[in-house]
């Protein structure tokens, strides 16, 4: 079984854009051809034409079984009705999770304005996600994106549920000691190529993250996400079967730890 904690539905060619409900249809037929069971679908920061608002994806996704929704939490942008709208989709067990952007928008991840969406985290026990190391548009800054500043998160709210996104690359080493040290924290390995791996990025990365399961002990933090359509599904499986690992370590990454954290009921799927 493949479970991906990572994917997309914005529309990131303005001049190829396609309706929402074709972007899931598009998704679905990737994940049918990817035999990818279950994925994430995550709602952006900022809600406009081309990226559909979490209520959007929420009514959207509501027939399909095998999508989940995490929101998208804007640092910059939110009130008191984006509060109540998405407390209530989580009482209801719509969305799985939340999703932060620093490095996007320019905060960093223990700022107190934040507070409120961490605590209704912890009350519904669903994880908390963070964009982390390279952003995909020139105008981020990285020095919010960092996953060293997880660290004062992860130690400030020990019962909150952390997932590190893109394991921090190109910071791979500093998200390795953040989540060998909390363990509250996890990382998906989401995102880390455009499209296709080359071989001499995927000989690399494989290293890298063979480095990081030694380091940081048996694999029960690590998520397996693609970040699609940014990044080939195709391309993505054939990274895992490069990883030297036991099978039983590579279902951890590809279903079970995500199972088990976003609380998937994988008996319907």
């Known amino acids: 079984m493949i479970i991906d904690v990572h994917t997309h539905i914005n529309n990131y060619h303005e001049d190829r854009v396609v309706s929402l409900n074709e972007c899931l249809n598009r998704l679905t037929e990737t994940m049918l051809e990817n035999k990818v069971a279950y994925s994430l679908v995550l709602s952006s920061y900022k809600v406009n034409e081309h990226r559909p608002s979490t209520k959007q994806v929420v009514e959207a996704i509501k027939d399909r079984n095998n999508l989940g929704v995490v929101s998208g939490i804007s640092y910059l942008n939110y009130n008191h009705r984006d509060i109540r709208e998405i407390g209530e989709y989580l009482e209801n067990g ?16 223990n700022d107190t304005r934040l507070k409120v969406w961490y605590e209704m985290a912890i009350e519904y026990n669903v994880p908390v996600m963070f964009h982390s190391g390279d952003t995909y548009a ?42 060998y040290k909390n363990k509250n924290v996890y ?29 940081a002990g048996d694999p029960n933090y690590l998520l397996y996400g ?3 359509p940014i990044s080939n599904m ?10 030297e690992l036991a099978d039983e370590k590579k279902e951890l990454i590809l279903w079970k730890n995500a199972a088990e954290l976003f609380r998937i009921d994988v008996s319907k799927l």
């Open 226 to 228: 693609t970040d699609w």
């Open 94 to 109: 719509l969305i799985k999770g939340l999703k932060f952007y620093p490095g996007y928008e320019p905060f960093y991840p």
């Open 187 to 215: 990382a998906d390995i989401s995102g880390l190529v455009l499209g296709d791996f080359s071989e001499k990025f995927e000989r690399y990365m494989k290293k890298e993250i063979e480095e990081m399961i030694t380091y």
């Open 138 to 179: 020139p105008t981020g800054k990285v020095k919010y994106s960092h996953p060293l500043h997880i660290d004062d998160l992860a130690v400030d709210y020990p019962d909150l549920k952390i997932v590190i996104c893109h394991v921090g690359n190109p910071w791979i080493k500093d998200c390795m000691e953040v989540v």
């Open 234 to 243: 195709k391309s993505y499986l054939k990274f895992m079967d490069q990883l």
